[in-house]
Structure formats: structure tokens, C-alpha cells
């Protein structure tokens, strides 16, 4: 098993342009997220999902859209980058509620 | 709502001391609580975890017991290596609100670990 993957490992984008994070698992795994995080601040719920076609917002939402068509991915969609999303981003993935969540290597983005 | 405090870092040990982070946690249901550990470039892996009052989650030498009376959950090892230094997380997820899937973090202590 590949366990959760993540692409790109780097990204430098301008403010105003938009791009896809991309995350995938290979467990089977109902529930999936999108954490970002920033120094001193931990890490912040972005996003989630409970299974395929059903998303929520987290915590820090704004700026940020995901879908969920298949179990497997979880994209994180910036729509229009700004300085502040400047960040480390982390995708994770659990069996459920409870249930140890296995994090992906993390994608850091960096908006100029 | 929810939330987990622990201590600032970053923490600096000598190599075989003793290893204390406190972990505190404000929760609105019965959380589940954990330690994740980050080493330098990766992603977050989950090194123990308890779920109930009690419990006593330990892993690699590490242990953490869920106190429902002091609402804590503090990491300890006895004997700590330079293989050990890293950023240590404390997290709960909680039953109750609507909330079942999600992690509350805490902002992460820096361990490192001197030879």
C-alpha cells in the first residue's frame, strides 16, 4: 500500500492564479481531510469528507474548495491564491470517527 | 468548542533524560485523545492514543494516560534519544456536536535532542 500520497511535494504560485492539490489513498478509507499548517499554529481543518460525494467545511475554509467523487481522492482547489495560504498542506485519511488518521507527506505552497 | 494547550517549546534534552510534555484539553463530549509525532520533512504519525478515562496509550517508550479529572493527557518518556527529536502534537477527537470526524491539534511542541 501506498498509504495517502500527495502531489506536488512543492508548488510556487502568483497571487491570483489557482491551482489543484491533489490527494490520494489507497486504504479504503471513508473519511478523508485537508489540514493546513502554519508555524506556531499547529495544524487547522480545511476541509473534509465523510465518504464519496459528501463534503464539510473545517475550521479555515475560505479561499479553498474540495469534492469528493471517489473514495480514493480528495482535491483541494484554490480558487484565487492569495500571500496568506502560504502554508504547509497536509491531506489525511481514517476507517472513521476514532480511528488513527494517516497523514500524507504534506505540500508546501508558497504564494508570491 | 474545543481545544488542546500544550506546552511551548521548543524543549532541548541531553541525550537518556527524562521527557515530559503537557498536553490539556477542553472538549464538549467524550474525546478520544492523541500524541502524533512530525520528523523534520514529513507528515504527521500517530504515536499513541487512549480513548477513555484512564486509559494509558504508550508506544516506543512513550506513554500518555487520559485524565478525565484533570482533563490532561501529558507525554512522558524515561529515557529519551537524539532519534527522538522532533515535533510532538497533541489531538483529540470528540464524539459530541457533530464533530465525530474531526482533529483539534494543539500548535506542537519542538523536541531536540542533544547527544
Known amino acids: 500500500n501506498a498509504g495517502v500520497t500527495q502531489t506536488p511535494k512543492f508548488q510556487v504560485l502568483k497571487t491570483g492564479q489557482s491551482m489543484t492539490l491533489q490527494c490520494a489513498q489507497d486504504m479504503n478509507h471513508e473519511y478523508m481531510s485537508w489540514y493546513r499548517q502554519d508555524p506556531g499554529m499547529g495544524l487547522r481543518l480545511i476541509h473534509y469528507s465523510v465518504g464519496a460525494g459528501i463534503t464539510d467545511q473545517g475550521e479555515v475554509p475560505n479561499g479553498y474548495n474540495v469534492s469528493r467523487s471517489t473514495t480514493e481522492d480528495f482535491p483541494l482547489r484554490l480558487l484565487s491564491a492569495a500571500p496568506s495560504q502560504t502554508s504547509v498542506y497536509f491531506c489525511?485519511?481514517?476507517?472513521?470517527?476514532?480511528?488513527?488518521?494517516?497523514f500524507g507527506p504534506g505540500t508546501r505552497l508558497t504564494v508570491l | 468548542g474545543n481545544s488542546v494547550t500544550q506546552m511551548e517549546g521548543p524543549v532541548t534534552l541531553s541525550e537518556e533524560a527524562f521527557l515530559t510534555i503537557n498536553c490539556t484539553y477542553t472538549a464538549t463530549g467524550y474525546p478520544s485523545l492523541f500524541w502524533y509525532v512530525q520528523y523534520p520533512g514529513e507528515g504527521l504519525q500517530l504515536l499513541l492514543k487512549?480513548?477513555?478515562?484512564?486509559d494509558k496509550g504508550s508506544n516506543k517508550g512513550f506513554e500518555a494516560t487520559y485524565r478525565k479529572e484533570t482533563t490532561s493527557f501529558h507525554l512522558e518518556k524515561g529515557s529519551v534519544q537524539v532519534s527522538d527529536s522532533a515535533v510532538y502534537f497533541c489531538?483529540?477527537?470528540?464524539?459530541?456536536?457533530?464533530?465525530?470526524?474531526?482533529?483539534?491539534f494543539g500548535k506542537g511542541t519542538l523536541l531536540t535532542v542533544n547527544p
Open positions: 487512549a480513548t477513555k478515562a484512564d
Open positions: 489525511a485519511s481514517s476507517r472513521g470517527s476514532y480511528n488513527e488518521q494517516f
Open positions: 489531538a483529540l477527537s470528540d464524539q459530541g456536536g457533530g464533530s465525530n470526524y474531526k482533529l483539534t
